[in-house]
């Protein structure tokens, strides 16, 4: 095995053992595109593990910058660490903006320095960091013609990022970290100190209905940025949009009840999400 084959088989490990949602959707790419995907994922999840995961005496802050000079180093045709090589592969074969890798370690960089939003309007840029620009990202790997695409990736990756935040608000609360806005927290009665307590209560059900409801309306303005010329090329796309509406649905059947333990689909579920969409894409369905 030569060394760009070692760095692929580190990133497709990390995305595997990582259990992500985006793993079944990129099963089905061809094999050039997926090991980039596997190499950007990678790369998005050593980056949060940054933030989150450091060993006792570590710096975050000091760490996120060491990353960001050996991503400035790879892309520019450096070798630092494996994944950071493995994207730099995939950022010059696929044409990635560097800018994308800068502002999705800028939203990283914000949960060292924000650990509340006061409205929707100040957690919208984090979201958009986080989790947009990988779908920006990804597109370039997928390939697109339409430029609306972008919108598509934009919002779809909004949708995504609320999603998650309304599965891990009991996780995120136990970090001291309140993704839900501010002012919501007010209209709808409930404090910040029951948060922190994970509370489940009848204000608690009717915030997190308006939050879903939020995410629902993600969903469907990317689902209407999708052009018909750039649908096949998306299909990976479509099924990370498959998997996380029913994680959405999840939520909302468990009545919101997102302390009571991971709100997940099951491996086989995921499975048979991605093969069906698969298989109607082949089929012109």
């Not at 099924?239 to 302390?259: G, N």
Request: with cysteine; hydrophobic share 40%.
């Amino acid at each position: 095995m030569n060394q760009v084959d070692d760095f692929r088989t580190n990133s497709r490990t990390i995305t595997k053992q990582s259990r992500s949602n985006f793993y079944y959707a990129f099963l089905f790419l061809p094999k050039p595109k997926r090991e980039a995907l596997y190499a950007v994922y990678a790369f998005c999840r050593l980056s949060d593990d940054l933030v989150d995961e450091l060993k006792a005496g570590v710096n975050p802050a000091d760490a996120l910058t060491r990353w960001r000079k050996a991503l400035d180093a790879c892309l520019d045709d450096g070798v630092d660490s494996p994944i950071i090589t493995a994207v730099g592969h995939a950022a010059r074969r696929f044409h990635i903006p560097k800018v994308y890798f800068e502002e999705l370690l800028n939203g990283m960089e914000m949960d060292l320095t924000r650990a509340r939003y006061a409205t929707f309007e100040e957690l919208y840029p984090y979201c958009y960091r986080v989790a947009s620009i990988v779908g920006l990202i990804c597109i370039e790997i997928f390939g697109y013609t339409n430029p609306l695409t972008k919108r598509y990736a934009e919002q779809l990756g909004i949708a995504f990022q609320l999603t998650n935040i309304l599965r891990d608000v009991g996780v995120d609360a136990q970090r001291g970290r309140i993704y839900l806005p501010q002012d919501e927290l007010q209209r709808f009665g409930y404090s910040e100190e029951e948060l922190l307590a994970g509370r489940y209560n009848s204000a608690f059900v009717e915030l997190m209905r308006f939050q879903c409801e939020r995410a629902r309306g993600f969903f469907r303005t990317a689902s209407a940025a999708l052009t018909a010329e750039d649908e096949r090329s998306l299909l990976a796309a479509e099924i990370m949009r498959a998997i996380y509406y029913r994680l959405l649905l999840r939520i909302e059947a468990q009545r919101y009840d997102v302390f009571r333990g991971d709100i997940t689909l099951s491996k086989p579920r995921k499975l048979l999400l991605a093969g069906g969409l698969w298989l109607r894409s082949s089929l012109n369905l």
